[in-house]
């Protein structure tokens, strides 16, 4: 069946670590991922996007990559802050249909 | 420039009863999307709109759930009548263009609860 995984558990970082948040696929082939950020009570908030001839996307200290031989995108934030902390979200556009598939979001909680 | 409105933000019910949800695009926007999205998941699309014609509702509960986009501007999404399995919240969004769906544009959702 297809599905795509996120990290369950709250991951926990000290500020200015670098986090890493993992997105795991199966049976899909996607044109183009996403990635969100979900604050508690708010909609999603569109963060990057990165086609699949692209091995890797940065914006100011976010940095996505996107391996489609292992299935996976890694979804990173350098010198992380408090501020960061959010649940992230992925998304993956199936290019048979033009729609999105959601994970269920990791929970990213940055300590100071 | 104006983000997504939905209204209203929160709305407490008792099953079988009904209810209704707005949304307001981002001015422009051809496509319109409704999701839902259970505590601890992602969203899931209950109907894609693009101008006023429907592009999927494969997962809508046409049974239930009806949703219309008069105009191809606002949107409204009802439930009649309302199961406790629909608390969730609601998240309307909107992108600009007619093909690959890009960047999506959230509003803030409408929590529903179903007592």
């Known amino acids: 069946s297809q599905k795509i995984e996120q990290n369950s558990e709250a991951l926990n970082i000290q500020e200015g670590k670098t986090a890493t948040l993992t997105c795991n696929y199966t049976?899909?082939?996607?044109?183009?991922l996403q990635w969100y950020r979900q604050d508690p009570g708010r909609g999603p908030v569109f963060l990057l996007l990165?086609?699949?001839n692209e091995k890797e996307k940065r914006k100011e200290r976010l940095k996505v990559t996107f391996d489609t031989t292992l299935k996976q995108s890694l979804f990173h934030i350098t010198a992380s802050q408090p501020a960061d902390s959010a649940t992230y979200l992925c998304?993956?556009?199936?290019?048979?249909?033009?729609?999105?598939?959601w994970g269920a979001g990791t929970k990213l909680i940055i300590k100071p | 420039e104006a983000g997504v409105a939905q209204s209203p933000r929160y709305k407490i019910i008792e099953k079988r009863q009904s209810v209704a949800f707005w949304c307001n695009p981002i001015?422009?926007?051809?496509?319109l999307y409704w999701y839902q999205q259970i505590l601890g998941q992602g969203p899931k699309l209950l109907i894609q709109?693009?101008?006023?014609?429907?592009?999927?509702d494969s997962q809508l509960p046409k049974d239930r759930f009806s949703a219309e986009r008069l105009k191809g501007v606002d949107s409204t999404l009802k439930i009649q009548p309302a199961k406790l399995e629909d608390s969730a919240v609601y998240l309307c969004?909107?992108?600009?263009?007619?093909?690959?769906?890009?960047?999506?544009?959230f509003g803030e959702g409408s929590r529903l609860t179903v007592l």
């Open positions: 049976n899909y082939s996607p044109a183009y």
């Open positions: 001015s422009g926007h051809a496509t």
């Open positions: 990165i086609r699949e």
């Open positions: 969004a909107s992108s600009p263009g007619t093909g690959h769906p890009g960047e999506l544009f």
């Open positions: 709109f693009q101008n006023n014609g429907v592009v999927d």
């Open positions: 998304a993956l556009l199936m290019d048979s249909n033009y729609q999105l598939i």
